[in-house]
T-cell receptor, first 114, second 114 residues
Framework: DTGVSQDPRHKITKRGQNVTFRCDPI?????LYWYRQTLGQGPEFLTY????????KSRLLSDRFSAERPKGSFSTLEIQRTEQGDSAMYLC????????????FGDGTRLSIL | AQSVTQLDSHVSVSEGTPVLLRCNYS??????LFWYVQHPNKGLQLLLK??????LVKGINGFEAEFKKSETSFHLTKPSAHMSDAAEYFC????????????FGQGTTLQVKP
């Protein structure tokens, strides 16, 4: 169990640019989640995959955001035409499919928009 | 809808004294509740979880929490604070349905003074 891995840890970009983050879950976990955490707040749910299927998306996930998990293993989160308000920590978590399985979090990707 | 309210945004204790972090929840059904801890620039680590078994839940690092349905509370306690306990603590409720998405409180910053 190597834990949930996220890459990069930090990303600084100019407004209007596209960015992509990667998450590698714990290998035997079927479920994968993305959350966003702004300064001084708790994380907020963005989206959820079970295997390769994206089963739920939050209203926070605007059209500029897209997430994929093509082979049911790693996932990517892309933000197009970044805005100042996108600056946040993006957290990935994974879990098994049993009832109330705990979610294991990565260390996150901190996005700063200049 | 499910929600949690953390009653204190900041708690300060002296090393060796008890810790109490307060959390109230709202849920339309029997909830699953969690406490997570987050150290600076790190992801979240699960401290403990309640899933309708014993109402007193023991977690890692000497923390425990008691589920009180009559008070809709799930307070986190530790008998004796250690300097390494200084961090951000989140009370979390499962969002329900089949996704297992988590709904986080606003967080409580625990300061431990020598």
């Amino acid at each position: 169990d190597t834990g949930v891995s996220q890459d990069p840890r930090h990303k600084i970009t100019k407004r209007g640019q596209n960015v992509t983050f990667r998450c590698d879950p714990i290998s035997e976990h079927n479920r994968l989640y993305w959350y966003r955490q702004t300064l001084g707040q708790g994380p907020e749910f963005l989206t959820y995959f079970q295997n390769e299927a994206q089963l739920e998306k939050s209203r926070l996930l605007s059209d500029r955001f897209s997430a994929e998990r093509p082979k049911g293993s790693f996932s990517t989160l892309e933000i197009q035409r970044t805005e100042q308000g996108d600056s946040a920590m993006y957290l990935c978590a994974s879990s098994g499919t049993g009832h109330n399985q705990p979610q294991h979090f990565g260390d996150g990707t901190r996005l700063s928009i200049l | 809808a499910q929600s949690v309210t953390q009653l204190d945004s900041h708690v300060s204790v002296s090393e060796g004294t008890p810790v109490l972090l307060r959390c109230n929840y709202s849920s339309s059904y029997s909830p699953s509740l969690f406490w997570y801890v987050q150290h600076p620039n790190k992801g979240l680590q699960l401290l403990l979880k309640y899933t309708s078994a014993a109402t007193l839940v023991k977690g890692i690092n000497g923390f425990e929490a008691e589920f009180k349905k009559s008070e809709t509370s799930f307070h986190l306690t530790k008998p004796s604070a250690h300097m390494s306990d200084a961090a951000e603590y989140f009370c979390v409720v499962s969002g329900g349905g089949n996704t297992g998405k988590l709904i986080f409180g606003q967080g409580t910053t625990l300061q431990v003074k020598p």
